[in-house]
């Protein structure tokens, strides 16, 4: 049985890594008892997520980071919003497929959205050596 070739490059994994990990904290702090209890902390985390979405977004990175900047952006807002009008169960499900999809991927080395794009971000790791 033929191996697939792999098409997730260094830099693109460790952004996957983290924005699954962002994705599943910002579901739980949107959870309805964690937020009518720390509603700052809250907001705190969701904005940390949100300026990590940026960072991922910077034009002078290369590496395939910036659907997953735009990805962690989209899920900070989301749960906030979620939060907001109780809904923090949902916010955790899509925190969960989110980080699960992201981990999977960084683990196999091969995404199935770069395999449907054609995109190999495995080109952009000499950059970072």
Same mark, same amino acid.
């Given at each position: 049985?033929?191996?697939?070739? $792999?098409? &997730?490059?260094?830099?693109?994994? +460790? ?11 910002? !579901?739980?702090?949107?959870? !309805? ?10 907001? &705190? &985390? ?5 300026? $990590? !979405? ?26 906030? @919003?979620? #939060? ?15 980080? #699960?999809?992201?981990? !999977? $991927? #960084?683990?196999?080395? @091969?995404?199935?959205?770069? #395999? +449907? ?10 950059? @970072?050596?």
């Amino acid at each position: 049985m033929k191996r697939f070739e $792999t098409n &997730v490059g260094r830099f693109d994994a +460790l952004s996957r890594r983290i924005v699954g990990a962002l994705a599943l904290l910002d !579901g739980l702090v949107s959870l !309805g008892g964690f937020y009518h209890a720390l509603t700052l902390l809250t907001w &705190v &985390v969701l904005s940390l997520s949100f300026c $990590t !979405g940026l960072f991922f977004l910077a034009p002078g990175i290369r590496g395939g980071t910036a659907f997953s900047g735009f990805l962690i952006m989209a899920i900070a807002a989301l749960d906030g @919003w979620f #939060a907001v009008t109780g809904r923090g169960g949902i916010a955790l499900a899509l925190g969960a497929i989110v980080a #699960a999809f992201d981990f !999977g $991927t #960084a683990a196999l080395g @091969w995404g199935p959205l770069n #395999a +449907l794009a054609r995109l190999d971000t495995r080109k952009a790791d000499r950059q @970072w050596t």
